[in-house]
């Protein structure tokens, strides 16, 4: 049923699973974030502050008792139906396991990333990408940060411009199947290695699609397709294209021209710059375009 889901006990987006400590993300988007967190006997944990004020979470105690070591300068026992808000906390709260406890966890703003360890398998393979293609060292990261530049004056929310900062750092990883050899080719790919190398954007949204970022995906997919329709892998058109995926191909393609590479040599930020406003309109999101010249003048990187 579109919109609506019943999950059975134990199904999860993703677990976590160390010796003391098992995590579930049960509900993910970009402004709402659930887990349920099972704690064993006798382990300390803890309630960090949060990076902004805005950050609200909350613990509710599903089974278990619990020992909160500090409240106003009182140790405070904890159980069944207890819970705790946190937000704008100073410094981290200790607490201590009496029994196995089981916490069901609320936030607005998402942690989850910080432990999944399918999120960090795609950031190694990722890195992997950058490692084979050795004149691409941190382009992901550059390309992620061009791209959060652009959407930041487009005024995107928060959610969306973690969605895309994600997006563009991971959007080459289908590359990993791309060989070395036709990664690195000195010439131009023959019509046969063009035909392995168009698959890379596909290979990636695949590989986003097994995990709860699936979201990601379409950006992935996208990102080397071109407003008049002559990109690959599907020559979508216009407004068939995400802005998302329209941010990060210029991104991208700025990345590309200004690096290193084996067969040629960077090109400067203004003729990189001039390359892609010749295609702005045919290739390029006009206003992307715009934008993104604004956000190279103000990082001093054209006058
Ligand atoms: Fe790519
Ligand atoms: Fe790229």
């Given at each position: ?8 006990a134990g199904h ?164 990993v199947h791309v ?125």
């Amino acid at each position: 049923m579109r919109g609506f889901s019943i999950n059975k006990a134990g199904h999860s987006l993703e677990q976590v699973d160390y010796d003391s400590t098992k995590v579930n993300l049960l509900v993910n988007n970009p402004r709402m974030e659930i887990m349920d967190q099972l704690i064993k006997k006798d382990k300390m944990f803890y309630i960090y502050p949060s990076a902004h004020e805005e950050v609200l979470e909350f613990y509710y105690v599903l089974s278990g008792v619990f020992k909160c070591e500090d409240y106003d300068g009182e140790k405070v026992v904890l159980s069944s139906g207890d819970y705790i808000c946190s937000q704008g906390l100073e410094e981290p709260v200790h607490f201590k396991t009496l029994e196995d406890v089981k916490l069901l966890i609320f936030s607005n703003e998402e942690s989850f990333y910080h432990v999944s360890e399918k999120l960090a398998a795609l950031e190694e393979v990722s890195k992997l990408v950058e490692a084979k293609d050795r004149y691409t060292a941190k382009h992901s990261q550059r390309v992620a940060e061009y791209s959060v530049g652009i959407a930041r004056k487009m005024k995107m929310d928060t959610g969306h411009l973690k969605r895309l900062s994600r997006a563009a750092f991971l959007h080459d990883i289908g590359k990993v199947h791309v060989p070395e050899d036709i990664l690195n080719k000195p010439g131009k790919l023959t019509e046969k290695e063009y035909e392995i190398m168009k698959k890379h954007p596909a290979d990636g949204a695949a590989m986003v699609e097994q995990t709860y970022y699936k979201d990601l995906a379409p950006i992935i997919h996208q990102h080397h397709e071109r407003l008049d329709g002559s990109g690959y892998p599907d020559g979508l058109k216009g407004d068939e294209i995400l802005i998302e995926a329209k941010i990060i191909a210029v991104s991208d393609t700025f990345d590309a021209l200004t690096e290193d590479r084996i067969y040629r040599k960077a090109w400067t930020a203004e003729s990189a710059l001039k390359e892609i406003k010749a295609h702005k309109g045919d290739l390029y999101d006009e206003t992307v375009v715009e934008l993104f010249e604004e956000v190279l003048r103000e990082e001093g990187k054209i006058d």
